[in-house]
C-alpha cells in the first residue's frame, strides 16, 4: 500500500470519527496536523492567557495519524467532551503535553 493511499484511509478514519463525535453532540472535533492528531473545541481560556470567554482552541495530543491514531484520539474526544459537559474540564490534565506548558522545569531550575 502507497503512503498516499494510507493517508487517504486516515483522513477518512478522521472524517468517520468526526461524524460520530457530530452525531454524539460532543462538541470536540479531530484535527490531522502533519503527522499527529489533535483535538479542537470551544474551551475555556488557557490558565496564562488574557483571554476571558471560551474560545476554540487545540488540544495537542501527541497521537500519530497512524491506523490506530483516529481510534486512540476518537476516545480522547470523548472523555473531553464529557468534562465539558460537566464542566469539569480543566488545563491542568493536558498542559504537561502542549507545547508552551507554564509547569514544565526548566533546564535552568
Not at 84 to 98: E, R
Not at 99 to 109: L, R, V
Request: with cysteine.
Amino acid at each position: 500500500m502507497s503512503l498516499f493511499r494510507l493517508d487517504v484511509n486516515i483522513q477518512e478514519e478522521v472524517r468517520k470519527a468526526n461524524a460520530r463525535l457530530k452525531a454524539a453532540k460532543m462538541g470536540v472535533a479531530l484535527q490531522l496536523r502533519g503527522d499527529r492528531i489533535s483535538l479542537v473545541a470551544t474551551l475555556p481560556p488557557k490558565p496564562d492567557s488574557i483571554k476571558t470567554k471560551d474560545h476554540q482552541q487545540r488540544i495537542p495530543l501527541g497521537i500519530y495519524a497512524n491506523h490506530q491514531g483516529p481510534k486512540q484520539a476518537e476516545a480522547e474526544a470523548k472523555m473531553v467532551g464529557a468534562k465539558l459537559a460537566a464542566k469539569t474540564f480543566t488545563w491542568a490534565d493536558y498542559l504537561d503535553s502542549a507545547s508552551g506548558s507554564s509547569s514544565a522545569t526548566t533546564c535552568g531550575e
